[in-house]
T-cell receptor
């Protein structure tokens, strides 16, 4: 009963490093999303995908890239980490209706 | 005007109290409405969907007022375990009327229930 799985759970990066946040879901959901949540704030949509091979920008896409080669996986790439990208990142998916969330990746850029 | 706006609180209530949260949204074309609950340092979890006629789930009642563009959540007989941040969530269709399941989250209302 995995649902939405995110890895890693925690990571510390140095400024300028790159990394990929992994997200996979086993519910055969077409729609997948990446959000970031800064302390005391709501979730901001970074990128989303409506199916394999199709992605689009959300509200705060700068500094990030995504790909969707399969229905299950939706990785988020940070190419040049900046302190402003310190946040908690959530991946979510849905077939329709409410979204199901992974338990998040806590990322610090120092 | 923010797309989804909530009173951030915090609301501090004793056990057994009744507490209500309101949320306003800006896009009159929105069709889907939800309340999510988020515990500290955890992922958001669906509390309940909000239907046009209003709906109830145990101690929780959700209402939708399309004319005034707001939704509400009422919690009766508050428990210590209700302490959390409550997120108002609305789908925001694009200019073409589709939303692709995209949701916009309010910043959340913090609730603390004390003994």
């Amino acid at each position: 009963n995995a649902g939405v799985t995110q890895t890693p759970k925690f990571r510390i990066l140095k400024i300028g490093q790159s990394m990929t946040l992994q997200c996979t879901q086993d519910m055969n959901h077409n729609y997948m999303y990446w959000y970031r949540q800064d302390p005391g704030m709501g979730l901001k949509l970074i990128y989303y995908s409506v199916g394999a091979g199709i992605t689009d920008k959300g509200e705060v896409p700068n500094g990030y890239n995504v790909s969707r080669s399969t229905t299950e996986d939706f990785p988020l790439r940070l190419e040049l980490a900046a302190p402003s990208q310190t946040s908690v990142y959530f991946c979510a998916s849905t077939l329709r209706g409410p979204q199901h969330f992974g338990d998040g990746t806590r990322l610090s850029i120092l | 005007r923010k797309e989804v706006e909530q009173d951030p609180g915090p609301f501090n209530v004793p056990e057994g109290a009744t507490v209500a949260f309101n949320c306003t949204y800006s896009n009159s074309a929105s069709q889907s409405f939800f309340w999510y609950r988020q515990d500290c340092r955890k992922e958001p979890k669906l509390l309940m969907s909000v239907y046009s006629s209003g709906n109830e789930d145990g101690r929780f009642t959700a209402q939708l007022n399309r004319a005034s563009q707001y939704i509400s959540l009422l919690i009766r007989d508050s428990k210590l375990s209700d302490s959390a941040t409550y997120l108002c969530v609305v789908n925001i269709p694009n200019a073409g009327g589709t939303s692709y399941g995209k949701l916009t989250f309010g910043q959340g209302t913090i609730l603390t229930v004390h003994p």
